[in-house]
């Protein structure tokens, strides 16, 4: 009889709080809980999360323990066993003037991606930098599983922070959101599904797709895509138009580059002008979520608890809540299970530094991840993620020395900027957006000529 886990949502107020407790449910079997906790600095906001989740709890999981929320965060992180962590600095406000001040510059304007993803990745690390801290305070032993984007950013920074920390754990659920379209191309499951993958978080290419018989599916997902076009069908995003736009994007990248399946996120790298073009700075995908995602779903929390039920509101399970469970209960039992996570790479990949945040196929055990190894990456994919992994450490070596010139050198390097005066412009831009968030980046003295 597995004993159940004592769980705590860091984030509680989050839009992917509500699909995450119907995962738990789903899930109950593959990863069973004593207790659920939700912590959050947004009192208000995570209140009308949870008290529509003590409705969907008191209907779906009778026979747990303890359901609580909080903003009392040393009550909450103390004595626990699993903490999944998905905080977003600044809001969805932030996040649309990251995609804003770009585009204003005719540059792709994205959440996780170039100048965006810096802006937010300079907000995000000192929030998790002193949430594990937080976090370690009260429960030295628990797993830490971290959703919180620019999760490259992220994962970077704490792996500098906290070296001996082998419990915590950076997930991405877009390659399991692009296997959901690969196993309905087949007619499978995704868990049916074994991928052979390598890159950094948001990217990289998946090399090879086999069946849990070892048959190679990887040319059929190919002929399909190029044949029959492809979708995004997890839940939470398959009737969503910006989501099927970058979907369809992979026919294009799979036209151009017909080696390995690239993941969605390469399109903002490989086309940037399109990208940037084709925006919307009134309408950028912040504003979309804003006016989507988060309306919906804090309107079906206020239905719920109008209603004091469920009749009237549709609840779905997604693959953003089931993947991080279903990881949860492959390190809590040490079922071995092959998920797709982020690991210092220590030679993974032979012809990438060791130092390098690499995003691969891993088994989970109680021990945490053992990845497996990849060998050397032909030219093209070594010179494309070599450039993004020197960007990426030098946001964090800019957020860590408070260097402006760190920050100006990771922009320049960026495949969606390149041009440094217009890095330049829109470094200067994002500091002044972010004064309340980002640390303040001092210029090199330069010798008067
Ligand atoms: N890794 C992935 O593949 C993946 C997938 C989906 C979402 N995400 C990330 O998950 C996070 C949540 O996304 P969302 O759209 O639901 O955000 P959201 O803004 O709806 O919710 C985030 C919640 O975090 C809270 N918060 C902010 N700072 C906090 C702190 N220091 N401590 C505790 N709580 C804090 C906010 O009050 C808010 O309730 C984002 O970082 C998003 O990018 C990651
Ligand atoms: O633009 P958003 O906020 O809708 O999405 C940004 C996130 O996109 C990816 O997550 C997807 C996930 O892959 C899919 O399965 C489903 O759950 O929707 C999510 C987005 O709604 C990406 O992996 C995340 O890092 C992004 O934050
Ligand atoms: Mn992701």
């Known amino acids: 009889m597995k004993q159940g886990q004592r769980l705590v949502v860091v984030g509680g107020g989050s839009t992917y709080t509500i699909g ?11 990863f069973p809980l004593r207790s659920i906790t939700f912590y959050d600095t947004d009192g208000e906001r995570q209140e009308r999360v949870a ?77 998790m930098i002193d949430l594990v801290a937080d976090i370690r305070q009260g429960s030295p032993d628990g797993w830490i599983l971290n959703y919180t984007n620019p999760a490259a950013i992220v994962a970077e920074a704490l792996k500098r922070a906290y070296p001996n920390d082998k419990k915590i754990l950076n997930i991405c659920d877009m390659p399991a959101a692009i296997m959901v379209s690969y196993a309905k191309i087949l007619g499978k499951e995704i868990w049916d599904l074994v991928p052979e993958y390598f890159g950094l978080n ?29 979708i995004p069908e997890d839940s939470e995003i398959a009737n969503d138009p910006s989501w099927i736009k970058t979907f369809k994007q992979v026919e294009k990248m799979l036209t151009d580059f017909p080696e390995y399946l690239p993941n969605t996120y390469l399109q903002y790298y490989l086309y940037p ?7 919307d700075v009134e309408n950028t995908r912040a504003r979309q979520v804003i006016n989507g ?23 779905e399970v997604d693959i953003h809540g ?47 991840p053992k990845p497996f190894a990849v060998g050397h ?58 004064e309340n968030y980002w640390p303040a980046l001092k210029q090199r003295e330069t010798v008067a000529r």
Request: proline share 3%; net charge negative; hydrophobic share 40%.
């Open 377 to 434: 990456i032909p030219r093209f994919y070594k010179g494309m993620i070599e450039g993004q992994l020197a960007y990426e450490q030098l946001v964090v070596d800019a957020y860590f020395e408070n260097s402006y010139e760190k920050a100006l050198q990771a922009l320049t390097l960026n495949r969606t900027v390149v041009d440094a005066p217009v890095a330049r412009q829109i470094l200067d831009d994002l500091i002044n957006e972010n």
């Open 273 to 279: 002008s399109d990208m940037a073009e084709k925006e």
């Open 20 to 30: 995450m407790i119907m995962s738990l449910i789903e899930e109950k079997a593959h």
């Open 51 to 127: 008290k529509a989740t003590e409705i969907i709890l008191r209907e779906h999981y009778p026979e747990l323990e303890l359901f609580e929320y909080t903003t009392d965060k040393e009550y909450a992180l103390r004595d626990k066993d699993f903490f999944f962590v998905q905080i977003r600095t600044g809001g969805l406000e932030m996040r649309e003037k990251d995609e804003q001040i770009p585009l204003r510059h005719g540059v792709v304007g994205q959440e996780t991606c170039g100048p965006g993803g810096m802006s937010y990745g300079m907000r995000s690390i000192g929030d």
């Open 322 to 368: 089931c993947y991080m469970i279903r990881v949860a209960a492959s390190l809590a039992y040490n079922n071995g299970d092959i998920f797709i996570v982020m690991v210092k790479n220590d030679g993974i990949i032979a012809n990438l530094p060791d130092d390098a945040m690499v995003e691969v196929p891993a088994m989970l055990t109680n021990r945490g």
């Open 202 to 230: 948001h990217f990289g290419w998946f090399t090879g797709i086999y069946d849990k018989e070892g048959n190679e599916l990887t040319e059929d997902i190919k002929r399909a895509i190029l044949e029959d076009g492809f």
């Open 293 to 315: 995602r988060q309306q919906r779903v804090f309107s079906t929390c206020d239905q719920i608890i109008a209603d004091d039920s469920l009749e009237n509101v549709h609840l």
